[in-house]
């Protein structure tokens, strides 16, 4: 039987005490600890490097063409000024 070969992942590991994210491309150490609030508690999300079918359709379904000197639509200077504020 053909060995199969895993997709390569990063795995994030999130502090639940402080937020602060480490990010392990190999296995994750058994003994982690948080480099910003010492705590040892973490959510752990793992991530595919390797895109997919579906993460390659969700990409093209969800692009934006921009080219240099276009405008944004239905974007008023108003609206930019806005976003600028504090």
């Given at each position: 039987?053909?060995?199969h070969k895993?997709?390569?992942v990063v795995n994030?590991?999130?502090c639940?005490?402080?937020g602060a994210e480490q990010f392990f491309h190999a296995d994750v150490p058994s003994s982690l600890k948080c480099q910003t609030c010492g705590s040892?508690?973490?959510r752990t999300f793992s991530t595919p490097t390797k895109?997919?079918?579906v993460t390659?359709?969700?990409l093209e379904e969800t692009a934006r063409s921009a080219a240099l000197g276009d405008?944004?639509?239905d974007t008023t200077r108003t609206e930019l000024r806005e976003l600028n504020e504090p």
């Open positions: 039987m053909a060995k895993e997709t390569p994030t590991m999130i639940l005490t402080c040892t508690v973490f895109p997919d079918e390659e359709s969700q405008v944004s639509p």
